[in-house]
C-alpha cells in the first residue's frame, strides 16, 4: 500500500500519532511518505492536535482512495488501536528532531480543569501505560506527555526508569506542584532535568505554600528551568495575572504565560504575554507597566 501522512497542525513539534502510524505500516511493508498532492495514495492519514481556534483544517487536493482523520483537532472519540499505539514511533519522519524521544508513561488526570480536555479524553484517574522502552532507544534528551504524572500510583517504578535512561528530560505538560512530596521530590531528584514545567491556571488556588516547600526539596537550582505556566483570559482579572507572575519570579521559578482562547482575549493580556515570554524583556524590564513594544521594536531596530 502506498501510505501519505499529513500533519494538519504543521511540523513545528512532531506529531505522536503519525510516527506510530508510519512505524506500523513501514513494519507492515507498506511505502510511507507526507502526503504529496500529486500523487494518489491507497490511504492518508490526516492528524490534528489543535482545533480552528489555533490551526486551520487542510484545505489542500488529496486524492486517496481512504481518508482517516484523527487526533483531538477532530474530536476526542478518535483513538489509536492498540498495536499501533504501543509501537515505538518512527523518530525518522522528523530528521530535525532528532535525538530526542516524545511519549507518554502514563494518561488521565483526577484534576478536571474545565479548559482541558485531558479528563474526559484520557479518563480523571492516572494510569502507568507504558514502559519507557516503548518510545526511548537512547536519545539524548526524552520529551515526556504525561499530563500529571505525580497522580499515577505507579509514579515511581515510571520516574525510576527516566533517572535510568540518563538521558535530559523535559516534563513538557507540567508536574503538579500540589502532589509533591519529599519521596517524590527525591525521585525526581535523581532525574537529569532539562526543564521542569508547573502550572498556577486558576488565581484562587493559593499554590504559594506549594511553590516554597518544592524549592526546599529541589536540586534544580536554575530557575530558568523551573518553568511555570500561567493560564489567563480565563475566569482571571488582568490584576490575578500579574499577581501570579509577579508572584513566581520573587520566588524564583520563570513564568510562562498561556492564553485562554487568544484570537478573542484583550490586547492587554497578549502584550502581557510578549512580555513574559520573552524573557530578555521580562528579567530587564521588571514592572509591567514600564513595558513599551514600540519603544523595544525601535531598540531592536537599531541593534540590527
Known amino acids: 500500500m502506498r501510505i501519505g501522512l499529513i500533519d494538519v497542525d504543521g511540523h513545528r513539534f512532531p506529531n505522536l500519532c503519525l510516527m506510530k502510524l508510519s512505524a506500523y505500516h513501514k513494519a507492515r511493508g507498506d511505502l510511507v511518505e507526507w502526503h504529496d498532492g500529486r500523487k494518489r495514495y491507497d490511504l492518508v492519514y490526516m492528524s490534528r492536535v489543535f482545533t480552528d481556534t489555533y490551526s486551520k483544517d487542510y484545505e489542500g487536493d488529496i486524492k486517496a482512495d481512504h481518508i482517516i482523520k484523527g487526533g483531538t483537532g477532530y474530536g476526542l472519540d478518535n483513538k489509536l488501536p492498540y498495536a499501533i499505539e504501543h509501537m515505538h514511533p518512527d523518530y525518522g519522519l522528523y530528521p530535525q528532531y532528532a535525538g530526542t524521544a516524545y511519549g507518554f508513561l502514563s494518561r488521565g488526570c483526577p484534576r478536571g480543569c474545565g479548559f482541558c480536555i485531558v479528563g474526559e479524553k484520557e479518563g480523571r484517574k492516572t494510569e502507568a501505560v507504558a514502559d519507557l522502552s516503548e518510545f526511548w532507544g537512547g536519545e539524548k534528551e526524552i520529551k515526556l506527555l504525561d499530563a500529571n504524572i505525580l497522580a499515577c500510583p505507579d509514579w515511581k517504578r515510571l520516574l525510576g526508569q527516566l533517572a535510568d535512561s540518563g538521558a535530559m528530560v523535559d ?82 521559578y520563570d513564568p510562562y504565560v498561556m492564553v485562554y482562547e487568544k484570537p478573542t482575549a484583550p490586547e492587554e493580556t497578549r502584550k502581557m504575554q510578549r512580555w513574559v515570554n520573552n524573557k530578555r524583556l521580562f528579567y530587564s524590564v521588571k514592572d509591567f507597566k514600564d513595558y513599551d513594544p514600540g519603544d523595544y521594536r525601535k531598540r531592536a531596530a537599531i541593534l540590527c
Request: aromatic share 12%.
Open 171 to 252: 516534563f513538557t505538560q507540567g508536574l503538579d506542584v500540589r502532589l509533591v512530596t519529599p519521596e517524590k521530590a527525591a525521585a525526581l531528584n535523581k532525574v537529569k532535568t532539562k526543564m521542569l514545567h508547573f502550572a498556577w491556571d486558576n488565581p484562587e488556588d493559593d499554590l504559594i505554600p506549594y511553590f516554597r516547600r518544592f524549592l526546599e526539596l529541589t536540586k534544580v537550582k536554575d530557575k530558568r528551568k523551573r518553568r511555570v505556566y500561567v493560564l489567563t483570559n480565563y475566569g482571571s482579572t488582568h490584576e490575578q495575572d500579574l499577581y501570579r507572575i509577579y508572584t513566581l519570579r520573587d520566588m524564583g
